[in-house]
């Protein structure tokens, strides 16, 4: 069984909006903190955002501070990220990780990850 299975990936106009999800199987989805990376075609994986396992606390990338909002609903195991005035520069395959323990923004400190959705923004 995949771990975590993100959704709400698509293709949207520059200013325009998504939001994705992520629904975790994980037991005991509220000891972990979420977080969500990006990979764009020749990058490496990059950093975006990540919530503690209670929500209580969270860490941007410079780069999207101000447009995008990471949320979470322990009750639904499911983590969310609101990207708002989206940009061409903001396209590549999201995914998003968990990890027992305190928020971390290096993949290599995350346990599991989602398959990933792909956002695409048209200039």
């Known amino acids: 069984q995949v771990p975590l299975v993100e959704s709400g990936g698509g293709l949207v106009q520059a200013g325009g909006s998504l939001r994705l999800s992520c629904v975790a199987s994980l037991r005991t989805f509220s000891s972990y903190a979420m977080g969500w990376f990006r990979q764009a075609p020749g990058k490496e994986r990059e950093f975006v955002v990540a919530i503690s396992y209670s929500g209580s606390s969270t860490y941007y990338a410079d780069s999207v501070k101000g447009r995008f909002t990471i949320s979470r609903d322990n009750a639904k195991n499911t983590v969310y990220l609101q990207m708002n005035s989206l940009r061409p520069e903001d396209t590549a395959v999201y995914y998003c990780?968990?990890?027992?323990?305190?928020?971390?923004?290096?993949?290599?400190?995350?346990?599991?990850w989602g398959q990933g959705t792909q956002v695409t923004v048209s200039s």
């Open positions: 990780a968990a990890r027992p323990g305190s928020i971390q923004s290096t993949p290599w400190e995350y346990e599991y």
